[in-house]
Each structure stands twice: as structure tokens, then as C-alpha cells.
């Protein structure tokens, strides 16, 4: 069962507008929320992220914005640039199994094309 | 910003041969490692949160005698997968964390695609 879902696998925006990529998730128990940017053979690289406390967060041209009620988060890319092109994934932080640690648990992805 | 190194970055091996990936922390000491597998079009899963000098603890579901951890410095992590089969076949990534308890500081390696043949 996925815990963490961003159910548009691909999202395409022109340059200049606003880029929202969606983020639903079904596990309570999470308390701290982030987005990750993922090049084509790179490793994912931290974006922005948000505490259940807060219901946004704003850094730069990046936005997320929380709705506990809903489970819902969105990522806000204004004005979106043809470099930010990139698979973003929504990640939930709680704790592992084990016990001992934190853990995150990821979304499947949507890939962005930001058009010329 | 810090790098995180996977190594190999692609490997092909036979069935019932044991493979060893490689993940270090180039410019940073890295208390905790974590290791993920990704299959084609899935998210990132957790296998296992290693600290350095103790043992690995495994997500429920994956064999720990499976897929062995060793985290012997706070700059290197090695995955094996011991006895590879086809459905071992995946995406693996690693990921390290220097401390302080913020999240935003975990840094990924490039990741290791394994083909089980």
C-alpha cells in the first residue's frame, strides 16, 4: 500500500508560468514533509521541505504548501525555468520500524518539462 | 555542497554470484547511511538505516541475510547482495547523513543499477 502518492507520473508547464506538482499521503504518523529534485543519473538533491506544524513554506521561487486535514501537499515552482526540468519526488518523514531512526518514505515521481 | 559516491554504477552478474556496492561520503563524515531500491517507475524504498560501527536495521521485509550491510567507517557503507537472483535485479541508492538531526542534509549517490542475469 503506498503511504506517499504523486499521482501525475508527468506534468509539462511553459517558461514563465507556475508549475504545481501534487502530493497525497495516508500515514498520520508523518511529521516532516520534503521535496526532492532528481536528475537524469544523479542522486536525489533536498529542495524544500515543511513541518506538520506549518501549513507553508516559502523559499525563493519554491513554495509548498500543506493541508493536514486533506493529507495533501503541493510543491509551487514560480516563475518555472526550463532548468527546472527534473523528476521531483514528495518524501514523509517518521519514524522506522526499527525503531531507532527516521525514515523517509517516497512518492513514485513526476517528471517535469519546463518548455522554452 | 557534499557528494555522495555509489560505486559500481552499473553492474551485470550471473545468477548465484554475490554482488558489493560501494557508497561513500567524499567530503563529509556520515553517521548514518541509508540504503534504497527503486524498480522501474516505483518510489524510493527503504531496505536498511546503517550507523556507524553497529548493525544495520532492516524495513520490515527485507532479508538481512540477503542483502548485507556494512557501515566499518563513518565515510564508507557497502550493500552485498549475496546469491543474486533475476528479481534482484533493481535500482540501488544510497544516501548519507551527516548529523544534526535535519532531514534537508541527507545527500544521495548517483545509485548502482544491478542486472541479475
Given amino acids: 500500500d503506498q503511504q506517499v502518492k504523486?499521482?501525475?507520473?508527468?506534468?509539462?508547464?511553459?517558461?514563465?508560468?507556475?508549475?504545481?506538482?501534487?502530493c497525497d499521503y495516508t500515514n498520520s504518523m508523518f511529521d516532516y514533509f520534503l521535496w526532492y529534485k532528481k536528475y537524469p543519473a544523479e542522486g536525489p538533491t533536498f529542495l524544500i521541505s515543511i513541518s506538520s506544524i506549518k501549513d507553508k513554506n516559502e523559499d525563493g521561487r519554491f513554495t509548498?504548501?500543506?493541508?493536514?486535514?486533506?493529507?495533501?501537499?503541493?510543491?509551487?515552482?514560480?516563475?518555472?525555468?526550463?532548468?527546472?526540468?527534473?523528476?521531483?519526488?514528495?518524501?514523509?518523514?517518521?519514524?522506522?520500524?526499527?525503531?531507532?531512526?527516521?525514515?523517509?518514505?517516497?512518492?513514485?515521481?513526476?517528471?517535469?518539462?519546463?518548455?522554452? | 555542497g557534499a557528494v555522495v559516491s555509489q560505486h559500481p554504477s552499473r553492474v551485470i552478474c550471473k545468477s548465484g554470484t554475490s554482488v558489493k556496492i560501494e557508497c561513500r561520503s567524499l567530503d563529509f563524515q556520515a553517521t548514518t547511511m541509508f540504503w534504497y531500491r527503486q524498480f522501474p517507475k516505483q518510489s524510493l524504498m527503504l531496505m536498511a538505516t546503517s550507523n556507524e560501527g553497529s548493525k544495520a536495521t532492516y524495513e520490515q521485509g527485507v532479508e538481512k541475510d540477503k542483502f548485507l550491510i556494512n557501515h566499518a567507517s563513518l565515510t564508507l557503507s557497502t550493500l552485498t547482495?549475496?546469491?543474486?537472483?533475476?528479481?534482484?535485479?533493481?535500482?540501488?541508492?544510497?544516501?548519507a547523513d551527516p548529523g544534526g538531526g535535519a532531514w534537508e542534509t541527507q545527500y544521495f549517490g548517483p545509485g548502482t543499477r544491478l542486472l541479475v542475469l
Fill in chain 1, 6 to 22: 504523486q499521482n501525475s507520473p508527468s506534468l509539462s508547464v511553459q517558461e514563465g508560468r507556475i508549475s504545481i506538482l501534487n
Fill in chain 1, 64 to 116: 509548498v504548501f500543506l493541508n493536514k486535514s486533506a493529507k495533501h501537499l503541493s510543491l509551487h515552482i514560480v516563475p518555472s525555468q526550463p532548468g527546472d526540468s527534473a523528476v521531483y519526488f514528495c518524501a514523509a518523514s517518521a519514524i522506522s520500524s526499527g525503531g531507532s531512526n527516521y525514515k523517509l518514505t517516497f512518492g513514485k515521481g513526476t517528471l517535469l518539462t519546463v518548455n522554452p
Fill in chain 2, 81 to 95: 547482495v549475496t546469491s543474486a537472483h533475476p528479481e534482484d535485479s533493481s535500482f540501488y541508492i544510497c544516501s
